[in-house]
């Protein structure tokens, strides 16, 4: 998968794959207009049952709805009450700052 950019309430994201060494898939979700001068995101992997009697003979991959609607949960979290928003005092969020620069 090419990395890509998604929006979610003015928040500016970029997704990217990588392998793990165990051959598994995680993807980085890099938070470009957030806090920590655009330093702060999150990774996500997708569910594997380790528990299986079988070796893992395919990884299983996310699909871009999938990986959006990890954004959209993140976000919602992040300014929810008691959310890691409270952990950036400072930051406004981009719908405040896009309204202000009007």
Do not use: C, H
Not at 10 to 26: H, M, T
């Amino acid at each position: 998968m090419e990395p890509f950019e998604v929006i979610v309430d003015d928040e500016l994201f970029r997704i990217s794959e990588r392998r793990q060494p165990s051959g598994a898939l995680s993807y980085d979700f890099s938070w470009l207009n957030g806090p920590a001068d655009g330093t702060y995101g999150f990774n996500a992997s997708p569910f594997i049952d380790s528990s299986a009697d079988e070796p893992l003979t395919s990884v299983p991959s996310m699909t871009r709805d999938e990986l959006v609607a990890e954004v959209r949960g993140f976000v919602k979290g992040f300014y929810e009450p008691g959310g890691i928003g409270e952990d950036f005092p400072d930051y406004e969020p981009a719908s405040s700052r896009r309204r202000n620069a009007r």
